[in-house]
């Protein structure tokens, strides 16, 4: 970049035009060929080291290089999520929106931190949460529209952020009524396919290890919690002496988005006097789609819910809505009021200050890339994505299923597929988990396509989970045909 005569101009208008055509026509060639790179990058740890200079730069170096850089560096040591072919974890799925929606976030440079920080930046927020709110049919009181009532929605970096500030909610809204005495007596409760943030929470609130009760669950209820187990644990607890306060219920877990019986789990927790948080991280974004918005039926008895937009939602990361049904507790646990962030109109309490909402101060312009998505696309488009990607996974499950080296493990849900290849005769479980690691190895390698892993029961599972933007039939069957080599190449080779 030139440093003029005038010195150093890091925001110059006409050079922002200039490379940022370049930079769009840089991404937009990058979208075009994805499909060519292998999808788990090929690189070895720590290879960036070596291409790189020990020291920064002192002097200016021209785009046109730092691209160079890009390609030749940068680009091989990427696992490519936005891959048609990509199918591991859970999807990170993109759109032009959501791109646009993040470069209008980043150009505009707004922290809305407060109301008067940015007012836009809180009230576009909880217009669109409240949009979204109604498109998952969530119930009233998690509007902020009717603010009467005391809830309300944020959005979150991440689903971790979001676990741990309603834990830390319910925490200190127990410990109010309860007295602080009582903080190492609460109990917890979520199965045992709870993703890891939950615990991770639990032990930044403070919550002993001890009093963490992730129940087991198995393949006769799906991997779902059992809500009999629940109840059971708390009345044990109780006769114990313990206070339990927080049910985690999980609507597409993890490892094999498993739904746990919300309605039931509400049930207990209304009844026990605890909160429920439902975490749908992944599966939430499909419940926009009305078929599909019975696996959240039971919500209205929640006092939170979240799932990530940036999963499934095509809004890219990161961007996780959170609605709480009583937005006080949220904020009597996390505001602080500093005197170089009063101003008048906080103080009769009118206005939203999302600083109290989440752990960070600071926050950016997320609204704008839910905002961008749900504006160019729609939602019925939305609705027909996550359909498509759907019945994507069920094409996928039926090729399994007709193939008798494979199995599937557990029952698909939403898009999600866990399959493994079966155990032959007599074979214990042992050695033919170690064949599907070598399975896994083998596909991941060839750069075709990208699974994940996860282990059920003792069973080590591959996890076929389709959510790329850019993924239609052909990359499904292509994918299975691949897998299919390398498990006749593996099983010939034993
Ligand atoms: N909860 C569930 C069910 C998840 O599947 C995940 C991530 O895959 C998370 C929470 C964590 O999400 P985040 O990365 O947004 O914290």
């Keep these: 970049m030139e440093n003029g005569k005038m010195g150093l101009k890091p925001m110059e208008s006409e050079q922002l035009r200039e490379y940022g055509h370049r930079m769009v026509d840089f991404i937009a060639d990058y979208y075009k060929s994805v499909d060519t790179f292998p999808v788990r990058s090929q690189v070895q740890p720590g290879y960036l080291h070596e291409l790189l200079p020990d020291s ?17 560096k940068i680009i091989p040591g990427i696992t490519h999520w936005q891959s048609p072919r990509y199918f591991g974890y859970f999807p990170a799925s993109t759109s032009v929106g959501g791109v646009l ?40 009181h998690f509007l902020s529209s009717n603010h009467g009532n005391g809830g309300g929605g944020v959005i979150q970096a ?24 009582q903080f190492p ?13 939950f615990l991770k929470a639990c032990q930044i609130g403070g919550i ?15 991997y779902a919690l059992s809500p009999d187990l629940v109840q059971e644990e708390i009345s044990r607890d109780v006769a114990k002496g313990l206070v339990p306060f927080f049910i985690c219920a999980t609507v597409g877990t993890t490892s094999s988005a498993a739904v746990d019986p919300v309605p039931d789990l509400g049930r207990i927790a209304k009844r026990n006097g605890m909160w429920l948080h439902v975490d ?19 919500v209205e008895d929640a006092d939170s819910f979240n799932m990530n937009a940036h999963k499934w939602l095509f809004t890219g990361h990161n961007c996780s809505p959170l609605w709480v049904k009583d937005r006080r507790s949220l904020i009597q646990a996390l505001n602080t009021n500093p005197e170089y962030l009063k101003y008048k109109a906080a103080c009769s309490d009118s206005v939203v200050d999302y600083k109290d909402w989440q752990i960070p101060l600071s926050r950016s312009f997320r609204s704008l890339k839910l905002w ?27 090729l399994v299923a007709q193939d008798p080296l494979f199995e599937v493990v557990t029952p698909r849900s939403f898009s999600l597929v866990c399959f493994r290849l079966a155990p032959k005769e007599e074979e214990d479980e042992e050695t033919c988990n ?53 498990a006749s190449h593996l099983l010939l080779a034993n």
């Design 280 to 298: 749908a991280a992944y599966a939430g974004n499909a419940c926009i789609c009305p078929e599909l918005r019975k696996y959240i039926d039971g």
């Design 185 to 197: 007596n609460l109990v917890v409760y979520a199965s045992d396919q709870t993703h890891s943030s």
């Design 434 to 486: 170690t064949r599907n690691h070598s399975l896994l190895e083998a596909v991941n390698s060839t750069g075709k396509l990208f699974l994940s892993h996860t282990v059920l029961s003792g069973k080590t599972v591959l996890r076929f989970a389709v959510g790329a933007s850019l993924t239609e039939e052909e990359h499904v069957t292509e994918a299975w045909v691949a897998i299919r080599e390398e």
């Design 158 to 181: 991440t689903a971790c952020e979001a676990v741990l500030v309603v834990l830390v909610a319910a925490r200190d809204k127990f410990l109010r009524k309860l007295g602080q005495h």
């Design 56 to 72: 920064a730069p002192e002097h200016p170096e021209s785009l046109k290089d730092v691209l160079h850089d890009v390609e030749r």
């Design 372 to 398: 961008m998505v749900l504006r160019l696309y729609g939602s019925e488009n939305l609705k027909s994505y996550i359909r498509n990607h759907i019945n994507l996974a069920k094409h996928f499950e039926e």
């Design 208 to 222: 002993r290890k001890e009093n963490c009760r992730l129940l087991k669950t198995d393949s006769s209820t799906n």
């Design 101 to 140: 929606g993040e470069m209008l976030d980043a150009g505009l440079g707004v922290l809305g931190f407060t109301w008067l920080a940015s007012p836009v930046a809180t009230e576009l927020e909880i217009v669109v949460l409240d949009w979204l709110a109604k498109l998952l049919s969530l119930p009233p």
